[in-house]
């Protein structure tokens, strides 16, 4: 198995830009995906393959991979975008999800 | 339109065995490359994954709980069944069941359902 891991909480004003980091020992390997979770809600899926975004999914959400590390930028953020973001991975093992980052709008 | 929704116990007594159903609408689980996951999570925790299913009846397991858990496909009533013995308290959790991508060696879950609150209690 292998862990993710990503910072516990961002923080970032409105219409700033906020990045949120995922690291593994996988990358480059494995694709790495994206999902936000409100509260009391079920996730929702917000990019795929690195940085392919869903249909429906905000032009601000923008994903990228450098070496072991892959960032999750929402430019502009907006008051909606608060909530939890969790990376995912899997590969014939299994899958695995990052611990999660808060991401705060002040 | 693409739905799941999970069903089941929404409390189980230490030691007893939990069995959950996904019904899910809008694809079938017989198409190449679609498979349907399990995840949970507790109480203010981070999401795990449990298991998946893959079109071709593959089936993967967390490692660490892979002792404890079946997972079975009925594709003509469009759904998947999750079984976990020797339930803990430790198990509470939501547990979701979630449309999966499978791409060459990775998936990704791009729908999910509702999320079922279970409760392990004597």
């Known amino acids: 198995s292998y862990e993710l891991t990503q910072p516990p909480s961002v923080s970032v004003s409105p219409g700033q830009t906020a990045r949120i980091t995922c690291s593994g020992d996988?990358?480059?390997?494995?694709?790495v995906h994206w999902y936000q979770q409100k509260p009391a809600q079920a996730p929702v899926l917000v990019m795929y393959?690195?940085?392919e975004r869903p249909s429906g999914i905000p032009e601000r959400f923008s994903g990228s991979s450098s070496g072991t590390t892959v960032t999750l930028t929402i430019s502009g953020v907006q008051a909606e975008d608060e909530g939890d973001y969790y990376c995912q991975t899997a590969d014939s093992s299994g899958a695995e999800f990052g611990g999660g980052t808060k991401l705060t709008v002040l | 339109q693409i739905t799941l929704k999970e069903s089941g116990p929404t409390l189980v007594k230490p030691t007893q065995t939990l069995t959950l159903t996904c019904t899910f609408s809008g694809f079938s689980l017989s198409t190449s490359a679609v498979g349907v996951g399990w995840i949970r999570q507790p109480p203010r925790k981070a999401l795990e994954w449990l298991a998946v299913?893959?079109?071709?009846?593959?089936?993967y397991y967390r490692p660490s709980l892979e002792s404890r858990l079946t997972i079975t496909k009925d594709t003509s009533k469009n759904q998947v069944v999750l079984t976990m013995t020797n339930m803990d308290p430790a198990d509470t959790a939501t547990y979701y069941c979630?449309?999966?991508?499978?791409?060459?060696?990775?998936?990704?879950?791009?729908?999910w359902g509702q999320g079922t609150l279970v409760t392990v209690s004597s």
């Open positions: 299913i893959y079109w071709d009846d593959d089936k």
């Open positions: 996988a990358f480059p390997r494995q694709y």
């Open positions: 979630a449309h999966a991508v499978v791409l060459i060696s990775d998936y990704y879950f791009d729908y």
């Open positions: 393959k690195d940085s």
